[in-house]
């Protein structure tokens, strides 16, 4: 078996980077940094810009779970999205095991999944795979407590991703899911000068504002959008929307949508 991965289009702001999650025997991966090993469990992402050509590495059977992320979706700079590229994670643990788990279990479903199901849970896939690679992207200080709150953070990030559609989502759920009070909870994002509640009325924004700019999502109404990300009506999602970005939800696509 081989496969070559190679650029569609010239632009880094319009291309998709494939994720893939390896399962089976090792693939052997030849790009322009030399050659890469990649083992069962592994996690990868590919720069889209750059030419692979994969392999198998053993007669064994192997398996390879590819994902597309638009890079408007990603809430990580192009620079450091070509610094992950090429370096496999393994998934054991962290945001990288939970992103595993779950492309293991919708590949498993995929084929009897209705298109509604399958829209919520590409989207949902999407947020596991940005906070993924956003966990990789910010480096670690080498204490021991720092590392435990950013592991933390890590864990309360992703869960988030993975609720943002819930309109219920609160500090209380937030914190019970993992075991702590909503003071701790709390404590976790004073650091960067945030609430929760302000995190995740950012994530709903900018999840809503990659899907107003996607040309796929052109038929999708603003109002269905917001409320696919969690808000309780339109008019909560046009007021936060506008506050943020400075156009209603409409306005601003229709604005956006001409200049692609």
Known sequence: MSAA???????????????????????????????TRLHSGDLVLWNPARLVTVSKAACDPTCATVMRLPAHALPIPHEALVRLACHPVPSAA????????????????????????TERLGSAAINLAAEFLASLSVPRAPVARVARHDSLVERVTA???LHLDNPALSSSEIALAHNISVRTLQYLFRRDN???????????????QADL???????????RIGSRWG???DAVFSRAFRQMYGL?????????????
């Open 159 to 161: 869960y988030i991703a």
């Open 213 to 223: 700019s996607d040309p796929a999502m052109s038929e999708v109404s603003a109002g």
């Open 5 to 35: 991965f190679a650029a569609r289009e010239a632009i880094s702001g319009s291309a998709t980077w494939p994720l893939t999650l390896v399962s089976g025997a090792p693939l052997l991966v030849r790009h322009e940094q030399g050659c």
């Open 248 to 260: 209603p939800p409409g306005e601003w696509r229709r604005k956006h949508l001409v200049l692609l």
């Open 94 to 117: 962290g945001p990288a095991a939970l992103l595993a788990r779950f492309l293991e279990g919708v590949a498993d479903v995929a084929p009897t999944l209705e298109a509604a199901a």
């Open 231 to 233: 808000f309780s009506c």
């Open 194 to 208: 945030r609430t929760v509640s302000r995190y995740i009325l950012e994530q709903r924004l900018r999840r809503s």
